[in-house]
């Protein structure tokens, strides 16, 4: 009898739970951290009701009409049809729109069969056994897809692989037999950065110089590949004047780090909760297969910190640069004036 019991358990409650309940989806609006606008408004904030911190200019208009795109509202729009209606960079596009319009973002989970979609469509795009068809004709030189072969040629080639706009670098694959997972998730992160970069317009930053600042120092390959125009280079101003000043600057690497590293974290956490679940391998011409568990975690990691970080960096730009065109009180009120002051004191002006 207690045999029979434990069958049904298995069978009616366990069974299905393990099958339909396991993370074969992770949640964007739970697992991606944003910025909200009341990072930067205080009580001595001008209380104007259609007040934005955000862009409402090129950015806004590309995020929304690439989100239109997708909702089918339009037959042409920013993005080549085949990357436009791939489900994960869409669903990553709807995220950073909703993100960066609203407070809150919608519930748009990630699934197993989106991600192996991208590694679909990277292959037969982009791989080795690449094939163009239908719409995508047309397309072949649109700006998207020159950044996109561009970023990856310098990955693969250039002996300083790809250097993202933080500085953070993406090393070339020491052996070309054999690709692992790291391989794959730089692939995935290039791809979705040539996406923003086409849909964001978040400036490089120079200084008095007219040096470009990131993080570790190093040129961001959207500059060195020649995608930056002059009107897309943000000077750095001296403290207390209207623009983006030092301390802001290292706010915004402070605050879209922590952004991506959170949502990297919860996101993997997710689903390496279930990581003993098969979820089977799926090849996808001569390139690269996904479909071993660390695999599936590691691109999640990487999607969610790509998303979270390049979101993260535009709203606090915007944020940032609007502050310091407020006159502020002689006291922080606001989290973004709190953290200015504490980096002030880190790093003393330099006389």
């Not at 993100?99 to 519930?107: C, F």
């Not at 290039?190 to 086409?198: G, H, Q, S, Y």
């Not at 009180?329 to 006389?351: C, Q």
Request: hydrophobic share 40%.
């Amino acid at each position: 009898m207690k045999i029979h019991k434990l069958i049904y358990f298995f069978l009616f409650i366990f069974f299905p739970l393990f099958i339909f309940g396991c993370a074969k989806s992770v949640d964007m609006s739970k697992h991606l951290i944003t910025l909200n606008y009341n990072y930067f408004q205080g009580s001595s904030t001008p209380k104007e009701k259609n007040i934005r911190f955000y862009p409402a200019d090129r950015t806004l208009a590309k995020l929304e009409a690439a989100n239109d795109q997708i909702e089918n509202k339009l037959q042409v729009g920013p993005l080549p049809v085949f990357i436009a209606k791939n489900p994960l960079i869409s669903k990553t596009i709807q995220a950073v729109y909703q993100s960066l319009r609203k407070p809150q973002v919608r519930s748009i989970k990630i699934k197993m069969n989106d991600i192996q979609s991208m590694n679909t469509m990277i292959a037969e795009s982009f791989g080795a056994g690449a094939s163009k068809q239908g719409n995508d004709v047309e397309n072949e030189d649109s700006s998207i897809l020159i950044k996109i072969k561009t970023y990856l040629m310098t990955y693969y080639i250039d002996e300083n692989g790809f250097i993202d706009r933080n500085g953070t670098t993406y090393k070339p694959p020491e052996r070309m037999e054999g690709i692992g997972n790291e391989v794959i998730t730089a692939t995935f992160a290039i791809l979705l950065e040539a996406v923003f970069d086409e849909l964001i317009d978040m400036p490089v930053f120079v200084n008095k110089d007219g040096k470009i600042e990131t993080r570790t120092k190093k040129i961001p390959t959207v500059y060195s590949a020649g995608f930056i125009k002059e009107e897309d280079k943000e000077k750095i101003v001296p403290r207390g004047q209207p623009g983006i000043e030092d301390l802001e600057l290292k706010a915004i690497w402070y605050l879209s780090g922590l952004a991506a590293d959170q949502s990297k974290a919860l996101s993997g956490a997710v689903y390496r909760l279930f990581g003993n679940l098969e979820l089977g391998v799926v090849f996808v011409g001569a390139d690269f297969s996904v479909g071993e568990n660390d695999t599936i975690a590691k691109i999640l990691d990487t999607i969610f910190e790509v998303v979270a970080r390049r979101t993260v960096e535009m709203a606090s730009f915007m944020g940032f640069k609007h502050a310091t065109a407020l006159v502020r009180g002689k006291t922080p009120e606001t989290p973004a004036e709190k953290l200015i002051s504490d980096l002030a004191r880190l790093y003393p002006e330099k006389k």
